[in-house]
């Protein structure tokens, strides 16, 4: 069988991805695999419109397509994103169509999740039947069992395809509301309290509706907030996968643009940061996806604790909760408060003012009051994996985060709580005990509650 590779990594053929290929182009030499390095190659495919179609071409006349690519901050590369977005643009999705396919990723098992789930949404709006996928950690091809594992997968992927096998799609067709939001006046602007407000979108003239509810957002307070437009800003491209930032948190890019500046001098001194941007297939921009990308220059380490942050989303957002869980497990791992979603897909125009006047007015509340909800599954388990990785085989890599995360006190291990390892020993020892083990099973439920009934008492001794 014949399968186009399309490679989402900015390094090319010099990546941990490509080598799983190169596995597959030697252990099944009867099966030919082509690859398309277009996330290193975005700039030519999108201005040459005769290397697009070379792969497009291929594509047709290929049995099936592998999406091989690295996570990048939850999701795809930028520029895998924009090779995404020209197939949709371009109107050459019917060369998907009815194509069986393939996912693979490699990570070190970070919001893998997300990043399969929003490649197996694409698949499905390209009509195409995904026989299977697989995440791999990094090094597993290094490791006897995990390639045997692998190989499994790849010869079951054969048998899906070369049977014909009917494949089921797991995500439906997006439905877009046809809906112009007209803004009215706001009658009382809030006050910002002095706090700094920075509002960032990436909405071009014809995003009407994002457009307009950035002007509501706008007007809803009585002193002028900053707005900046990212297609105003010189970004010169998305992150390289260099790991030069990972000693000192220096950029390639530092001095050749502005990102580093911008994120800096503007969102870092904010105090409430609002996202503006409209769905562009299963996810916002692959300008925004650039943006997110970038912010890699301080690698794992957190830059926004404490601010408060407003999405405003034009789209059909309920219908995909994967971007906002995406959206949401960002701000948690950078300790920020999300103080809600507004999108222009419900209600008319007053019910979309009415959300925007709100939620102005409880981003400056909770920004003056430090509110900041405690964090859910999305952020502890991710500065969990963060924290293990970042101390142990990441940290020759990553020797700024090392020391930040020192500084910061994330290296929060239970294994050091001697109390805690004594406590659990000797319990551990008396619960062999059968009568023990008795008394402490019929009193564990009335035990998980006295330290809750001891502060309730004394906060309220009367009642």
Known sequence: MKFIVLNGSPKGPVSVTMQYIH????????????????AQRIRKIENDENTFREIIEKIKNADAVVWAFPLYVYLVHAHYKRFIELIFERNAAESFANK??????????????????????????LNMKVAGAYTADMPDLTKDKERKRFTLFVEHVFQVIDGKQPVQPQYSPLNW??????????????????????????????????????????????????????????????????????????CFYDGKDDYRQFWEEELETADIIVIAGTIRDRYLSSLWKCFFDRRFFHTHTPRLMGKQIVYLISGPLSQIPNLRMILEAYMELEMANVVGFISDEFGDSQDIDSLISNRTADAVHFSVEKYIRP?????????????????????????????????????????????????????????????????????????????????????????
Not at 110 to 120: K, V
Not at 185 to 198: G, L, N
Not at 438 to 460: A, D, N, P, T
């Open 100 to 125: 069986y396919t393939v996912i693979f990723t490699t990570s070190i098992k970070f919001y893998d999740i997300t990043a399969h789930s929003y490649i197996h949404a694409v698949c499905d709006d």
């Open 375 to 463: 964090e859910t599954f999305l952020g502890v388990a991710a500065r969990k994996l963060f924290r293990d990785e970042v101390y142990g085989r990441l940290r020759m890599v990553f020797q700024a985060d090392y020391r930040e995360y020192k500084k910061l006190g994330l290296f929060d291990f239970p294994q050091k709580k001697i109390r805690l390892r004594m406590l659990n020993g000797i319990t551990g020892i008396l619960l062999k005990i059968p009568i023990i083990r008795k008394f402490f099973q019929g009193f564990m439920k009335q035990g998980m509650i006295m330290s809750h009934q001891r502060i309730l008492k004394k906060l309220y001794p009367e009642e």
């Open 23 to 38: 596995f597959l182009q030697k252990r099944f030499p009867e099966h030919n695999f082509e690859m398309f390095h277009v």
């Open 177 to 250: 509301r046809k809906f112009a939001y007209k803004p009215a006046d706001v009658e009382k602007p809030v006050s910002t309290r002095k706090k700094r407000i920075v509002l960032v979108s990436d909405a071009k003239a014809e995003d009407i509706n994002l457009n307009g509810m950035i002007q509501r957002f706008q007007a809803s307070f009585a002193e002028d907030i900053k707005v900046i437009n990212l297609h105003e800003l010189s970004i010169k491209g998305s992150c390289r996968g260099c790991l030069k930032c990972g000693y000192n948190f220096e």
